[in-house]
């Protein structure tokens, strides 16, 4: 009766847990569903990067076409070493920054991040936002 207490608590702590950390951040099948355009089940770095300045565009709320570097959301550059002259950046600027991220995750060199590759992009993503809070 005793070790059938224990295993259940167990696995109610483990769902909890995994409830708790697929919340705040995408999980892969989320990207692909956001990202991939063409539905063909891999994220080419044309989608990821529009679907990021669809993002960079719904920051930008004065619709200057640039953002000062604090409103970057650090996940956003998941991995990737921002450089950002003068505190601002621009569409291109941002859309040229994400090509080092896509070419980190994109471990076979194909172009294209296929569904293991995206699982890996999205737990650095997690890690990241971990990190910055
Ligand atoms: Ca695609
Ligand atoms: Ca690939």
């Known amino acids: 009766m005793k070790q059938l207490t ?3 608590t167990a ?5 909890a847990g995994s409830a708790l950390a697929g919340e705040p951040v995408d999980t892969a099948a989320q990207l692909l569903e956001r990202m991939d355009r063409n539905v063909d089940g891999k994220i080419s770095f044309e989608e ?4 990021m300045v669809r993002r960079f565009d719904a920051i930008d709320g ?7 570097a604090q409103e970057i959301p650090p996940e956003w550059l998941a991995g990737a070493q921002a ?3 003068g505190g601002k950046v621009s569409r291109a600027e941002f859309g040229d920054s ?6 980190r995750f994109d471990a076979d060199k194909d ?3 296929d569904v293991a590759e995206i699982e890996a992009f999205a737990g ?7 990190a910055g809070s």
Do not use: C, I
Not at 48 to 51: E, G, H, K, S, V
Not at 62 to 68: A, F, H, I, R, S
């Open 124 to 130: 650095a993503r997690k890690a990241q936002e971990g």
């Open 48 to 51: 990821y990067r529009n679907a």
């Open 62 to 68: 004065d619709g200057d076409g640039t953002l000062v």
């Open 111 to 113: 172009g294209q991040l």
């Open 11 to 15: 696995a109610l702590l483990a769902l």
């Open 98 to 103: 994400l090509q080092p991220v896509f070419d």
């Open 6 to 8: 224990h295993v259940a």
């Open 83 to 85: 450089r950002v002259p």
